[in-house]
């Protein structure tokens, strides 16, 4: 069974300034998905990005980007210029290619942004 | 830009009754999903939908549970008898056809029982 791992259930940036969330996930499957969503205190679960395994290249979202270490296992999210909006509760995903549709979460990580 | 909608954003219960929570997903998207997430633990899958048919659940997903299509648009998650452990906010997804890897969230409904 695949399983994903937020270290970090904190952490905190000065605005403007850039933070890397950290996630892990171990699989024995060779194609899938990886997502980050953000829940604003609003509870909303939004899509922040999403990384297919078969694509070396890192996903990018304007101020969002992944660093996709797939022999690591390792799936960080980078947010460059944070902003106060930015602060929100973080769970990483993964969802198998092709097999199981559901997702599989990490913990999350909070996300403070200090004016 | 579409949403997924979800009511009601609060219930309170008491132990063994019914409750049934409503979704209503992106219009043009084919599957549904549930998640609950329990206070301080991770978002667990529940069940995915297809086709008005489970194509997958989880083994939280017991006989106290059932989910329906009854028109177009909901889609249901019933709790036949609740238990105190099933207090949690609980959310609705859904995917379309072209990219169901990806899917959208609805806002939670969180359910307490007491």
């Known amino acids: 069974a695949q399983t994903v791992t937020q270290s970090q259930p904190e952490m905190s940036v000065q605005e403007a300034e850039t933070v890397t969330l950290s996630c892990t996930y171990d699989t024995s499957e060779s194609d899938y998905y990886l997502f980050w969503y953000k829940q604003p205190p609003s509870r909303q679960m939004i899509l922040v990005i999403r990384q297919e395994a078969y694509k070396q290249q890192n996903a990018t979202e304007n101020r969002f980007s992944v660093n996709f270490q797939k022999a690591a296992k390792s799936f960080s999210l980078k947010i460059s210029d944070s902003q106060l909006g930015d602060a929100a509760m973080y769970f990483c995903a993964y969802r198998s290619y092709g097999g199981s549709e559901k997702l599989v979460f990490g913990k999350g990580t909070k996300l403070t942004v200090n004016p | 830009e579409p949403e997924v909608t979800q009511t009601p954003s609060h219930q309170v219960t008491q132990m063994g009754q019914e409750v049934i929570l409503r979704c209503v997903p992106i219009?043009?998207?084919?599957?549904f999903y549930w998640y609950r997430q329990i206070l301080g633990q991770k978002v667990e899958f529940l069940v995915s939908?297809?086709?008005?048919?489970?194509?997958?659940k989880s083994e939280i997903f017991d006989d106290q549970f059932s989910v329906e299509r009854p028109d177009g648009s909901n889609f249901t998650l019933k709790i036949r008898s609740t238990k105190l452990e099933d207090s949690a906010m609980y959310f609705c997804a859904s995917s379309e056809w072209e990219t169901q890897e990806t899917q959208y969230f609805g806002p939670g409904t969180r359910l307490l029982v007491l």
């Open positions: 219009s043009n998207h084919l599957y």
């Open positions: 939908f297809y086709n008005n048919e489970i194509s997958e």
